[in-house]
């Protein structure tokens, strides 16, 4: 018989502790995609969480379900107000947030205000996300356990079975379970050691101990529940392993100066002391590449400049008005006064006529509420790809960073993002992230040196990367390309002028397809026919830049972004 998985044991023990001490732990947050894991851990809720009721609740619910409101429909019927009640008015809930990913912060910072209010009530977020889609971190972390099922088969999660009995004894014997003094205070240290700031997550891993005690019938936690509650709570938060831990798996086996002396342990005294058993427990039950992900994920996150979560928008500011449509109050929809009189103009004789209607000078039915519309615009992007290579540095690289101020100048008039790619050696890097700060952009382009070999196609390839993010968060990018337009490094690092010019075609036609503004400017003393063609193969504008003088580069610039 096929062993469960681990991580699948610790989301059953995490569903288990959660049922004894609900008000302690305030929920899980599951990250899962579709599929038999995702639906047997669904299936286990309402066993386990059977002493609350379990509501249901979706990313777009209106503050009219969430918090209760005017019933608009009874209300112009029966002509007096009818008022519905709101789910999380009620306690002892267990709150089940499906695609908790595209949760708007908005609605996050409500749940979150609802769990401080009311411990009874907790959230079980179902996180669907890929890559840096995630929960956002206001309702994360208040929330103990972080579970992680992606990757896992059928056959690694047999079906969660629950004992509510046994859940029950260790609810009433949770209130007689004590916690040392000592223990507490190693609890701090390791949160720290760990890299975990939360507050929370200490005590999390306290009130988690305090329930595996009372799962064993035991008066006091000892090191044991301690060391287990530990892992399952810090490990997924953990952002950095302690040093004394990173030293040990570098150099195993050293040895050590005391080790002529005796090391057994006395009567009653344990092996390790309770916190290096803590250091090690959370250790053993860290995800391998954990920290490699944690890094690449805050990477993706801060070049993209949005939380990463939900669908990706077509704007991100109102604009133009559009027609209104019909909907219904509540959100953050604005009602459309002018055509919802409209709409209930042609019915007013025969609504007043009608033996149930109340007399008032106008009846309005839910049916004509017609809702304000805009025509969004997003903002727009310029990300600047900048040659930092050899042959730039000794040609025009001064003169290329006084050509990218002035654009930086124009594009903050206009309150677009910028961002800063530079390329040089074999690698291209994102010094700076989309942003609106002028003086931050033209510090790291001041810092910019150049010097090695010109990796062009990787330039592009990376600016093309991060144009796709920020055009999912809302933003409209357009990359302005600066080189001398000498390639002479591959995609793969090799180099060869010939592999890299073939490189650089090969991605800007990507960038063509993926219909990507572009403007090329040659940095080189004189135009290069080769950087012509380029530019042909993105239909870009080509601008020599010793012919480039403000004027020109602003209006170039402001005709790529119309």
């Known amino acids: ?53 379990i509501r249901k609740l979706h990313p777009s619910m209106t503050d009219d379900q969430l918090f209760g409101g005017l019933d608009l429909t009874a209300t112009l019927d029966q002509g007096r107000s009818i008022l519905t009640e709101g789910i999380l008015n009620g306690s002892d809930n267990a709150l089940v947030l499906s695609m908790a990913e595209r949760t708007e912060p908005s609605l996050c910072a409500k749940l979150a205000q609802s769990i401080d209010t009311n411990p009874s009530n907790v959230v079980i977020a179902l996180d669907e996300g890929v890559e840096d889609e ?50 507490i205070s190693d609890v701090a240290k390791i949160a720290l050691q760990f890299g975990i700031n939360s507050l929370r997550a200490p005590s999390f891993v306290l009130r988690a101990a305090r329930a595996l005690a009372a799962m064993q019938r035991k008066d006091q936690i000892d090191p044991s529940d301690l060391a287990q509650a530990a892992a399952l709570i810090f490990g997924p938060r953990a952002t950095m392993v302690p040093t004394d831990q990173q030293d040990q798996n570098q150099a195993p086996d050293q040895p050590n100066p005391s080790d002529d002396e005796d090391q057994s342990p006395k009567d009653g005294q344990n092996l390790k002391a309770p916190d290096e058993l803590l250091v090690d427990a959370i250790a053993a039950a860290l995800p391998k590449g954990l920290l490699d992900s944690l890094a690449e994920a805050k990477a993706g996150r ?135 700060s002028l003086v931050q952009t033209k510090r790291r382009l001041a810092s910019l040196v150049g ?6 196609a990787m330039g592009l390839q990376t600016a093309l990367k991060l144009a796709e993010s920020t055009r999912n968060k809302g933003l409209t990018p357009t990359i302005a390309l600066l080189t001398d337009g000498r390639a002479n490094i591959a995609l793969d690092g090799t180099p ?67």
Not at 394 to 401: S, T
Not at 451 to 456: H, Q, R
């Open 1 to 53: 018989m096929t062993l469960p998985a681990p991580e699948w044991q610790n989301a059953t023990l995490a569903l288990t502790l959660l049922a004894v001490d609900p008000e302690g732990l305030n929920g899980i947050w599951v990250r899962a995609r579709s599929g038999p894991p995702r639906d047997r851990f669904i299936a286990a809720i309402s066993p386990a969480l059977a002493a609350l009721k």
């Open 134 to 183: 995630k929960l956002p971190e206001t309702l994360a972390d208040r929330l103990a356990f972080h579970i992680d099922l992606d990757g896992l088969h059928h056959a690694d999660c047999p079906e969660i079975s629950m004992d509510s009995d046994s859940i029950e004894i260790a609810r009433r014997q949770l209130k007689s379970v004590s916690i040392p003094a000592e223990l």
């Open 302 to 436: 801060i070049a993209q400049g949005a939380n990463g979560s939900g669908d990706a928008k077509k704007g991100n500011r109102r604009g133009r008005p559009k027609p209104s449509q019909r909907g219904r109050l509540g959100g953050a929809a604005r009602i459309d006064l002018i055509a919802t009189l409209r709409a209930a103009a042609p019915w007013q004789t025969m609504r007043r006529n009608a033996a149930f209607a109340p007399s008032r000078p106008i009846h309005i039915r839910a049916a004509d509420i017609r809702l304000k519309r805009f025509e969004e615009k997003s903002d727009r992007l310029l990300i600047f790809a900048v040659d930092a290579s050899g042959s730039a540095a000794l040609a025009r690289l001064a003169e290329a960073k006084g050509a990218v101020e002035l654009l930086l100048s124009e594009a903050y008039s206009r309150r677009d993002h910028v961002a800063l790619i530079a390329f040089r050696g074999e690698t291209a890097d994102i010094l700076l992230p989309p942003t609106r």
């Open 451 to 456: 010097g090695g070999g010109t990796p062009l």
């Open 496 to 562: 060869g002028r010939i592999t890299a010019a073939q490189d650089a075609s090969t991605v800007a036609r990507l960038i063509r397809a993926r219909q990507t503004p572009a403007l090329v400017i040659d940095t080189g003393n004189r135009p290069q026919a080769a950087l012509k063609e380029l530019a042909g193969e993105l239909q870009a504008p080509y601008l020599p830049l010793p012919r480039a003088d403000a004027h020109s580069v602003s209006q170039a610039i402001e005709a790529v972004l119309e």
